[in-house]
């Protein structure tokens, strides 16, 4: 059975500490390098519900995308939300582990994963990272479609693929446009819009978009048919775990390690319910 310091060693090729963004809080959160790993648990959010999964499970180590304290913090006291957290891991000697940007720009990454949800085919990162001589790594995917899909379709397809949320996908543009080329981005993605713009696609899939940057993106995308799909952030990110899953079952096989590796699957994305409007603009509230 291998010890955590030598499973994080392994992480750590994959998802290197120093490739994570300055603002980041990446690496080993919660753990005793000594302690022996037999069961590890990949999820998005280090959360209350997750780390009762983890012990649940019997997990040693749990693995998450977003990182538990990405700030300087003076307490882990269990009366708060996050010391609890802290409280429930060690008291059941689970380790925590976070690859977060360093996740994001890995080859594989976490849009590679998004991308093979979709099913679509990866061409480049949207972003490369410039210290990638191999032009493999970086911030989202350029992607090609095998059959070009209306973007209603396109929708549709993710809302079929990627893991059910109450959100499903929102589509900003005109449904009937036709999509061949598509940026993915998993998380919150309209910091690249500028990139998206360039790189010439006919649509964009990422998560968290907001009013303003989203109608000046459409009334800025020079005549091309540009759509926006907008899918819940925990959904975009999810397949990463199983991606990850896959990359530590493979390298335990290497290593005959003999690990047990999950993949959470309880929807950590916080919007819980979804109403669909029924009312048009002229009849909800609006004086007569
Ligand atoms: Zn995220």
């Known amino acids: 059975m291998p010890r955590l310091s030598e499973v994080i060693a392994e992480l750590e090729k994959l998802w290197p500490a120093e490739r994570a963004e300055s603002w980041d809080a990446v690496g080993t959160v919660v753990g005793d390098p000594g302690q022996e790993v037999s069961r590890v648990l990949f999820a998005v959010d280090p959360v209350q519900e997750i780390a009762d999964e983890a012990v649940e499970l019997g997990a040693d180590l749990l693995v998450t995308h977003h990182p538990l304290y990405l700030r300087g913090t003076t307490t882990v006291a269990a009366s708060t939300f996050k010391g609890r957290v802290v409280h429930t891991l060690i008291k059941n000697d689970v380790a925590l582990h976070v690859a977060h940007t360093n996740a994001d720009t890995a080859d594989p990454g976490v849009s590679d994963a998004l991308a093979g949800a979709l099913d679509v085919r ?123 899953a896959a990359q530590l079952d493979q390298i335990s096989d290497r290593h005959g390690w003999g690990l047990r590796v999950h993949v959470s699957t309880t929807v950590t994305d916080p919007w819980t319910a979804h109403a669909a409007s029924t009312h048009p603009t002229s009849t909800a509230g609006a004086p007569n």
């Open 122 to 244: 990866v061409v480049r990162p949207l972003v490369p990272d410039p210290a990638d001589p191999a032009g493999r790594r970086g911030l989202g995917r350029v992607c090609e479609l095998d059959h070009p899909l209306t973007v209603r379709e396109l929708a549709a397809r993710a809302a079929e693929r990627l893991p059910a949320t109450a959100q499903g996908i929102r589509v900003a543009g005109d449904p009937e446009a036709l999509v061949r080329t598509l940026a993915v981005s998993g998380g919150s993605g309209d910091s690249l819009f500028d990139h998206v713009r360039a790189a010439g696609v006919d649509a964009f899939l990422t998560a968290d978009l907001r009013h303003h940057p989203a109608s000046e993106f459409l009334a800025d995308r020079a005549g091309r048919p540009l759509a926006l799909l907008d899918a819940a952030h925990w959904a975009t990110e999810w397949p990463w775990c199983e991606q990850a």
